[in-house]
């Protein structure tokens, strides 16, 4: 097993105690409360309104464990339990982008508590800085709050996961390698609306791009560096401090933000992030931006 991987709870793949721990989920309701349990232990109880759901999290996920396994070799899991909070990370074949190996890896979330929605998305994951990468794609693509309805819905999106699944999200990060592009066009797609989040987003990325401990920009110049460092809010970019970045290095960076957020999230700044593909600074086009910046 990967060094990383160990180091972020995975388990070699072990289907039979996988399904002893699912086996301990009991979730219903009573009255307008819904009750979790491990065993006979009672882990949360949470008051909900007559729309709520209970969603059968563990018969699902052993069915989806066998569709998966049906299509994919499973390598290794990350399972949590902790209250109201159901989680399954499985983690398949490895693949290599710009010497970086990457997992084709699958998510499920459920929460008894309200927490959270629940859910689904198949993806890259990069292990050595615990990141993950949610393109656009259809099969096993979902994210409901547990409402009337959410168990139909997760049926639907999850009924078709083919081997051609990952293809579009590889293609997607493959074709940023070796290219480049403009800080004040990855401000623009970053700070598209909600100005005030997304000027947090923008600063988050400029700090990633600083510290990464995988992918930070080396030898950053003064002015780039204080250009870098200036909130968002406050920034000016202009043809004197704006500059070239790698856009396969912008793309890690700004994934990494959200390493800690729910797939949905993930999936929504993975579509936005990989805008700056319409962005790409070609080499015909080069040589007069660089003229225009420092002539």
Not at 197 to 208: E, M, P, Q
Not at 257 to 274: A, C, G, N
């Amino acid at each position: 097993m990967s060094k990383y991987l160990s180091q972020y709870g995975f388990k070699t793949w072990n289907k039979e105690q996988l399904f002893t721990q699912i086996d301990l989920i009991h979730i219903f309701r009573q009255g307008d409360q819904i009750i979790t349990k491990l065993g006979e232990n009672v882990t949360n109880v949470t008051n909900v309104s007559k729309r709520y759901e209970v969603f059968d999290i563990r018969s699902f996920l052993k069915s989806k464990i066998e569709q998966i396994e049906a299509n994919f070799p499973i390598h290794y899991y990350k399972f949590r339990l902790k209250s109201g909070v159901q989680e399954l990370t499985l983690i398949s074949d490895e693949v290599m982008i710009n010497n970086t190996p990457f997992y084709k890896s699958f998510y499920i979330l459920n929460s008894s508590d309200k927490s959270r929605r629940l859910n689904m998305n198949m993806g890259l994951f990069r292990a050595d800085n615990n990141s993950y990468v949610v393109g656009t794609i259809k099969n096993l693509s979902l994210s409901r709050k547990h409402l009337k309805g959410v168990t139909q819905l997760a049926e639907e999106a999850s009924q078709s996961i083919g081997a051609e699944t990952f293809d579009e999200q590889i293609k997607a990060i493959q074709s940023l390698v070796g290219e480049r592009v403009m800080l004040s066009k990855v401000r623009e797609i970053i700070v598209d609306k909600d100005l005030q989040i997304n000027h947090r987003k923008f600063d988050a990325l400029k700090n990633s791009l600083r510290h990464s401990p995988t992918d930070r920009i080396t030898a950053l110049t003064n002015l780039q560096l204080e250009t870098l460092s200036t909130p968002s809010e406050t920034l000016q970019i202009d043809s004197k401090n704006d500059f070239l970045i790698d856009a396969y290095q912008v793309f890690n960076c700004y994934i990494q933000v959200f390493s800690r957020q729910d797939s949905y999230i993930v999936k929504k700044e993975t579509e936005k992030i990989l805008k700056i593909t319409q962005c790409f600074v070609r080499d015909e086009k080069l040589n007069s931006i660089l003229d225009e910046l420092f002539n």
